[in-house]
């Protein structure tokens, strides 16, 4: 069946090089063969690196001289220069500054990328402000370039390298922590594999073309690491032309936006392309080397991470079946610790797993504290609302709460989701502009004066509730009420 199966493949693969005009060489590569590289072992590009439907093109990998794998140490100690890692032996990489007494954060980058991106050097920063780490950047530029399928191919000798150098350098794998963007995750993911109990593996928007729905050999998967948190940024995979993969990977799947299209990004290449193919997917690979901004979905997962280190914002996740549900404030409460997370470096401080949903600003700086509004009223109502909170560290809004006809009935709760950068602190006063609408039904049944049982806002990130003087009280129409929170004068 396996034989079968693979030379329908390869008759497939042939007839998709020989369409594309490659050289005899390249088709050689494509044929089910096996190459060692001393000490790293043997790889075989046969199943389950092969694929019919998710992997029609596998290479072998290139050798580690082509590749020529670096590994950039930077320390507290050091001030943050950078140091070439000699990791032939222990004592090599001690003599080289690398210190088995502390902790130690990897950073590896995609395809197309190098050590000395911004974001990497930025996230080295972060990370050496957050502790004294060992931070290594690793950079496998030489085996990261079109095409894409050769760039796949190579993570599992540039992961084979990370390995060797954990066991090389003594340090307790335990206490080793991989950061991999997009090709860099299933990177983070073959070193794991040779490893017993890596400590953390995070994924940032994690590759899909050739590694989603593949065999748990192939991709990130929880196995590869004691905890393995993945963010995703650009999934849609080849349906929806996204970067990143849609399925969880983890052991706790972030999707800040919905996990697809993230705001601010209106330029991805996925807006510029018009069908959805192999042959689109490899335009939009080469577009990506080109032209960082056509992915900037998929670099989202960086900057999120980047900026999760040191902020005091904790970009507070939340498990919720899908996005339009927790847009619409479902799934904001929640019982015990069980159902909410923060994105990024903070993930490991929550147990929870599953799929956790969140929302970002479209700009820098990302992360939003997250509160719910809970209105309820005596009469019927509709028309645009608009809330502004003042708090002991200030204000929110003017945030429209409905702008549109929303007609609601009486006895019913109002219930609005709204996100600000202002961690508010404690809530003081809240006022309600409302504008009647009132064309909908008939407009008698919407009277212009509304009346008011109770208004509480739940701030999701503390779990914590603060309710407002509303009983009775009345909400005219072109008018602003104001509301004082119990437990504060005024
Ligand atoms: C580095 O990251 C910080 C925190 O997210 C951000 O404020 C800053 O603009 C970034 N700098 C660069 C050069 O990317
Ligand atoms: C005010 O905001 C700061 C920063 O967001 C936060 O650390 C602090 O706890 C807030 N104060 C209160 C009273 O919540
Ligand atoms: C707000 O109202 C909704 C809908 O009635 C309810 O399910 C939820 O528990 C309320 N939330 C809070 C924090 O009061
Ligand atoms: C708005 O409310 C204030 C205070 O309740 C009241 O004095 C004022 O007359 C109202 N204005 C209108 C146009 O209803």
């Given at each position: 069946m396996a034989t079968h199966s693979s030379t329908i493949t390869l008759i497939v693969v042939l007839f998709t090089l020989q369409a594309n005009g490659f050289l005899l060489d390249t088709v050689l590569n494509h044929l089910p063969h096996k190459v060692c590289y001393g000490d790293l072992g043997c790889f075989s590009n046969g199943p389950p690196f092969l694929d019919l439907l998710h992997r029609p093109l596998s290479v072998g990998p290139e050798s580690p001289s082509t590749i020529q794998t670096r590994f950039l140490l930077y320390t507290r100690e050091n001030g943050r220069q950078e140091r070439v890692l000699d990791t032939s032996s222990g004592a090599t990489m001690e003599s080289s500054g690398f210190s088995t007494s502390r902790n130690t954060k990897i950073i590896v980058h995609g395809f197309t990328h190098n050590a000395h991106r911004a974001w990497v050097q930025n996230m080295t920063k972060e990370l050496l402000i957050a502790g004294d780490f060992n931070v290594i950047a690793v950079d496998w530029q030489h085996g990261a370039d079109l095409p894409y399928e050769q760039a796949t191919a190579n993570t599992r000798v540039v992961g084979a390298q990370i390995a060797r150098l954990v066991q090389v350098s003594g340090a307790d794998?335990?206490?080793?922590?991989?950061?991999?963007?997009?090709?860099?995750?299933?990177?983070?993911?073959?070193?794991?594999?040779?490893?017993?109990?890596?400590?953390?593996?995070?994924?940032?928007?994690?590759?899909?073309?050739?590694?989603?729905?593949?065999?748990?050999?192939?991709?990130?998967?929880?196995?590869?690491?004691?905890?393995?948190?993945?963010?995703?940024?650009?999934?849609?995979?080849?349906?929806?032309?996204?970067?990143?993969?849609?399925?969880?990977?983890?052991?706790?799947?972030?999707?800040?936006?919905?996990?697809?299209?993230?705001?601010?990004?209106?330029?991805?290449?996925?807006?510029?392309?018009?069908?959805?193919?192999?042959?689109?997917?490899?335009?939009?690979?080469?577009?990506?080397?080109?032209?960082?901004?056509?992915?900037?979905?998929?670099?989202?997962?960086?900057?999120?991470?980047?900026?999760?280190?040191?902020?005091?914002?904790?970009?507070?996740?939340?498990?919720c079946p899908n996005a339009d549900d927790f847009h619409a404030g479902k799934c904001l409460s929640c019982k015990g610790d069980t159902c909410r997370s923060r994105m990024g470096y903070h993930a490991d401080k929550y147990s929870t797993m599953g799929s956790l949903y969140l929302e970002t600003e479209p700009r820098a700086t990302f992360c939003d504290y997250n509160y719910l509004i809970n209105i309820s009223t005596v009469n019927n109502f509709d028309g645009k609302l608009t809330l502004t909170l003042t708090g002991s560290n200030g204000t929110i809004g003017p945030t429209p709460l409905m702008e549109k006809n929303e007609p609601h009935l009486y006895n019913t709760i109002i219930s609005k989701m709204f996100r600000s950068r202002l961690d508010i602190g404690n809530m003081e006063t809240l006022s309600l502009h409302y504008e009647k609408i009132g064309t909908i039904i008939v407009s008698g049944s919407y009277p212009d004066d509304w009346q008011l049982l109770g208004i509480s806002i739940w701030k999701a990130d503390e779990q914590k509730r603060t309710s407002f003087k509303a009983y009775h009280k009345e909400v005219d129409n072109h008018n602003t009420t104001v509301f004082c929170a119990y437990g504060h004068s005024c």
């Open positions: 794998a335990n206490t080793v922590h991989i950061i991999g963007h997009s090709l860099g995750a299933h990177v983070a993911g073959y070193a794991g594999e040779r490893l017993s109990h890596l400590g953390r593996i995070s994924g940032l928007d994690p590759a899909s073309p050739y590694f989603e729905n593949m065999d748990i050999q192939v991709r990130l998967d929880p196995s590869d690491a004691d905890f393995v948190d993945v963010i995703h940024t650009d999934d849609g995979g080849l349906k929806n032309l996204g970067f990143g993969c849609t399925q969880e990977l983890g052991h706790v799947d972030f999707y800040p936006n919905g996990g697809q299209k993230q705001p601010g990004c209106a330029g991805d290449a996925v807006d510029k392309l018009g069908s959805t193919s192999w042959a689109a997917l490899t335009t939009l690979f080469d577009f990506y080397a080109e032209e960082e901004t056509l992915a900037c979905s998929h670099e989202r997962s960086y900057m999120y991470y980047i900026e999760s280190i040191n902020s005091v914002c904790p970009f507070t996740a939340f498990k």
